[in-house]
């Protein structure tokens, strides 16, 4: 068990106390499961609104353990953040707007979340002296890379080059955080992962959509000619090293997060029919995305050398592993497409619109 920090103001140890913002999400989901299992001792808050995409049913094992508790808040609300905030050590900050399409089709909520509820959790950080804020974002902020050459990678000191209101508004976190960092002293931390994937991933995006279609004999849509290239990160991998900055890392770091798994839309639809034992004849061809980016790949050495990570879940695994999960877990996803599910979101959707 790591020992939790002194806590200035009382003088005595006690375990740590983290909020964690949207915690009923994919990645939010994952990582408190994933730190209740590990730090027993510690207790999480888990603040989230509950938008289309949070399911407070990826919590229901640990909604009993006296060391969980849920707050229904908008991190946009100052009044909701100060009642999850207050009492805790740290803040891991996932809460987002993160689907590409849906910014290309309504951007403002995407600016609305990412930039201002990120500065509204900043400005209750430094309020109540948070001793640690961690902000997760994505490999999208610094554009697109080359498809032919493979040597080429982001790094932690790679220019930003957003390319979609979705990457542009998470940029914008990045710089906010960086300032908070740098003009008030707050003590922060920011990661840029690839593209996560497994347990829990509502089924808008690649990896389930493609799972949950080919158990269902529907077709696989793939953007354009399907050769745009991302990186893949087993999402338990990506808690893991989240675990590592929380406790390791430099304040003021910024963490590269990749699973060095390269792979084009044509080559994650073949491992999923092949897993599944669906025809490859339900691979289909869409119009492709707006300013669509060809490559995203990321360099994970300065993760790797300084705090001695990297990820152990190679790209094969992690497909036998989300296709089981979802093969075993197919009342969980068959409720979420269904037209009430759909509709009740729709409708929830609606209501965020700015």
Known sequence: MISSNLNPKSQVLSPRRILVTGGAGFIGSNFILYMMEKYPDYEIVNLDTLTYAGNLENLKSVESNPNYSFVHGDICNTDDVKKAMTDCNWVVHFAAESHVDRSITGPA?????????????????????????????????????????????????????????????????DHLVRAYIETYGLKATISNCTNNYGPYQFPEKVFPLFITNAMQDKPLPIYGSGKAVRDYLYVVDHC???????????????????????????????????????????????????????????????????????????FDEGIKKTVDWYLQNRSWWERIISKEYLDTNRAKSNKQKV
């Open 109 to 173: 909520i995407f600016v609305k979340t990412n930039v201002i509820g990120t500065q509204v959790l900043l400005d209750v950080a430094r309020e109540l002296g948070i001793e640690r804020f961690h902000h997760v974002s994505t490999d999208e902020v610094f554009g697109t890379l080359s498809l032919e050459n493979k040597s080429e990678l982001f790094t932690e000191n790679t220019p930003y080059s957003p390319r979609s209101p979705y990457s542009a508004s998470k940029a914008g976190s």
């Open 240 to 314: 893991s090293a989240i675990d590592l900055i929380l406790h390791k890392g430099k304040i003021g770091g910024t963490y590269c997060i990749s699973g060095d798994s390269e792979k084009n839309g044509l080559e994650v639809a073949d491992a999923i029919l092949k897993a599944l034992g669906k025809p490859e004849a339900l691979k289909t061809f869409v119009e492709d995305r707006k300013g669509h980016d060809m490559r995203y790949a990321m360099d994970h050495t300065k993760i790797t050398r300084e705090l001695g990570w990297q990820p152990s879940v190679t």
